[in-house]
């Protein structure tokens, strides 16, 4: 069983940046599709950032030029690193991955945007 923990969350101005955590555990391979999702108050969970099983990387358009995903397979850890934060970027960020067909999700981690 997979299981995933966020850190890095919390609260900047306008302008600011955070860099979220994503570490995966519960398997002795690399996921090959994790990512970020977040969900706003009053909104639909929304895809944010994601590596595909293909290994390609593919942005939310809110996101494009502003954030960036990598990851580190030797620790099974995704991260986004969110530049130039808005306060339209206040959610809880989900952390994502699959596994032989099976959607796993972190508990999620509160990133507020605010002066």
């Known amino acids: 069983q997979v299981q995933l923990v966020e850190s890095g969350g919390g609260l900047v101005q306008p302008g600011g940046s955070l860099r979220l955590s994503c570490a995966a555990s519960?398997?002795?391979?690399?996921?090959?599709?994790m990512g970020w999702h977040r969900q706003a108050p009053g909104k639909q969970r929304e895809l944010v950032a994601t590596f595909t099983t293909g290994g390609s990387t593919n942005y939310a358009d809110s996101a494009k030029g502003r954030f960036t995903i990598s990851r580190d397979n030797a620790k099974n850890t995704v991260y986004l690193q969110m530049n130039s934060l808005k306060l339209d970027d206040t959610a809880v960020y989900y952390c994502?991955?699959?596994?032989?067909?099976?959607?796993?999700w972190g508990q999620g981690t509160q990133v507020t945007v605010s002066s």
């Open positions: 994502q991955a699959w596994d032989w067909g099976v959607a796993y």
């Open positions: 519960g398997t002795t391979r690399s996921l090959p599709s």
